[in-house]
């Protein structure tokens, strides 16, 4: 538990992204500059924060499923940064793009709740 509580604030990070990204998204295109840049800092940051609190619970046992889950999560967070940056390039198909960034996220929230829950439970 002591170890989820490190966290808190990269989940605070991904909160504030998926807010943003909505809003951005409401928003429609041609995208609000300060807006879709707001979304693509606070992901990085929120990445940046979240790796580097991984590196800090290095020092504890934990089971292998949870380094396949946090795998996951990172193959997530790849693509949802790919397809972010394809989005407002608007190179690929706009449509195919969105369900690709949409799938990552829903797939890396998938990720997040069971790592919370691994970790949480210290297994
Ligand atoms: C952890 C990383 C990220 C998360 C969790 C995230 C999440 C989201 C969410 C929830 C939406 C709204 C989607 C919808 O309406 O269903 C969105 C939209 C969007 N995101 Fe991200 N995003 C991430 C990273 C990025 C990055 C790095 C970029 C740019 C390089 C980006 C570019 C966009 C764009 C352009 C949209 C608007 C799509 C539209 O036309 O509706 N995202 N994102």
Redesign the pocket.
Known sequence: METLSKFTAPGAG?AL??A???W???L??P?NGIL?NV??LI??G??IFAILQISKTMNIAVSPLLIVVSIAAGL??VA??A???L??IGKLD?ALT?VI??I??AA?LVMVVLASYLLGRNI
Do not use: D, I
């Open positions: 991904l992204t998926l943003v990204g909505f951005l998204s409401q429609g295109k995208y879709f979304h693509k992901a990085l929120t990445v997530c967070v949802l940064f397809s972010g940056a989005l407002s706009y969105l960034h949409r990552a996220l890396l």
